[in-house]
């Protein structure tokens, strides 16, 4: 019994291994690299399928010629010979419309010319059944306008088959014959019919997944969720949310010594070190200009502790920063938080982002820039929902621009009985 099933088991596995590799075959036939990935998709598809039927119809053939029917064993034989030429020109010229119509074409007409030349749809073991993958392939890699003609092409073939099946002569098949051909042509194509689905919805779902996971790293949950249900304006007012906004000291003349891929690759660095940060706290990263990182608390998910796990964050950032090197090069930043009410939203069609507007943004972005070097610099407002749980040292009052004077703190820790 376990001899059994390992064999069985090798068969399948072996078979999966055969299937793999005719998509992979196929999927370099006739490839451009300015494919698109649904045309690159269509092309893998109509080139398995078209090859992966080349053993049945020569198979097809061989046993109409050994019963004695070679009329009808010269109608898969056409298929067998033309596939191979048809294909090899579509690698050359790469022209997926004509390589796809005319393989489309033979799938409906051929198993239609083989039932006639058999005398119809029983002495035929419902051959015409064959004809089915046309429209099926034709949903899977046409537009659905183009599949609706060769609908309407396989049903008309059907009208007139059942109108001329009184004309036809049979072949004068063995019954038993007959009877197992009903088996084979069934079943094979319904076998083909889903492992096509299954491999095209399997696709689809692996690049829908893909494409739901780049909108998400681009936009919160709630806000690309909402997208894709109605396309509307996204726009929402926080009344408690906390802002930071961290930059690279004496980024400027540093950038001037630096190759532009050695500039990239250590912003890079620093910037996958605060998302990880940023994840772990469960905030949300709004976006980089330059060498500045903004994130948000509270926002677009209200939370009580906005300020406070802000903060955190900006202590984690802080001695991740002082722990470390970020390509080669020990860095410094200015951090600064504000918080306050807020205007949250997604401007733009094409490369949208999802942004924050308002006062409390404005000041965040001052206590940054008129912040020192390693400081987490704050404003009344934070102090005021953060001051019980984090010792914080008063700075006096600093001019800002476009507002009158502000007392400002600095972060220095967390307070032992908070810790």
């Not at 309407?152 to 038993?176: C, D, K, M, R």
């Not at 949950?221 to 929402?236: G, P, V």
């Not at 706290?281 to 980089?288: A, C, D």
């Not at 094409?350 to 942004?355: L, P, Q």
Request: with cysteine; glycine share 8%.
């Amino acid at each position: 019994m376990e001899q059994h099933l390992a064999a069985s088991a090798l068969r399948q596995g072996w078979a999966a291994g055969v299937v793999r590799s005719l998509l992979v075959w196929a999927g370099n036939v006739g490839a451009d690299p300015a494919d698109s990935t649904d045309t690159a998709l269509q092309k893998r598809l109509m080139v398995a399928l078209s090859v992966g039927l080349l053993p049945l119809t020569l198979l097809w053939s061989v046993i109409y010629l050994v019963a004695g029917v070679p009329l009808s064993a010269a109608i898969p034989a056409l298929y067998t010979a033309v596939t191979p030429v048809n294909t090899l020109l579509f690698s050359w010229t790469r022209n997926l419309r004509f390589y796809r119509f005319t393989q489309l074409l033979m799938y409906l007409v051929l198993p239609w010319l083989l039932m006639m030349s058999l005398g119809g749809f029983r002495e035929s073991s419902v051959v015409v059944i064959w004809a089915a993958l046309c429209p099926l392939a034709s949903l899977l890699i046409e537009e659905l306008r183009d599949t609706l003609l060769w609908i309407l092409g396989f049903v008309a073939l059907l009208a007139v088959s059942a109108i001329l099946q009184p004309y036809l002569t049979p072949a004068g098949l063995p019954e038993a014959f007959v009877n197992w051909f009903f088996v084979l042509n069934v079943g094979a194509v319904i076998t083909i019919a889903f492992v096509l689905l299954y491999y095209f919805v399997g696709q689809r779902n692996f690049f829908q997944e893909r494409s739901e996971m780049l909108l998400h790293n681009i936009l919160p949950r709630e806000i690309s969720e909402a997208l894709k249900a109605e396309h509307k304006t996204i726009a929402a007012q926080h009344d408690a949310a906390s802002i930071l906004f961290a930059d690279v000291v004496g980024f400027t003349p540093m950038a001037a010594t630096m190759t532009p891929l050695a500039l990239v690759e250590l912003l890079n660095e620093v910037f996958l070190c605060f998302d990880g940060l940023v994840e772990k706290h469960g905030l949300e990263k709004i976006k980089t200009i330059g060498d500045c990182y903004m994130v948000a608390s509270g926002v677009p998910r209200a939370r009580h502790d906005h300020a406070r796990v802000l903060v955190q964050l900006a202590m984690d950032m802080r001695e991740a920063v002082a722990e470390r090197t970020f390509g080669g090069q020990k860095l410094a930043f200015r951090i600064g938080i504000n918080s306050g009410p807020v205007v949250a939203g997604v401007i733009g069609r094409k490369k949208f982002i999802y942004d924050l507007w308002g006062e409390a943004v404005n000041l965040a972005s001052r206590m940054e820039s008129h912040g020192q070097a390693g400081t987490i610099q704050i404003t009344r407002r934070t102090y005021q929902l953060v001051g019980s749980d984090y010792l914080c040292e008063a700075k006096g009052t600093i001019d800002v621009k476009g507002a009158d004077r502000m007392e400002v703190w600095h972060v220095i820790g967390r307070k032992p009985a908070a810790a």
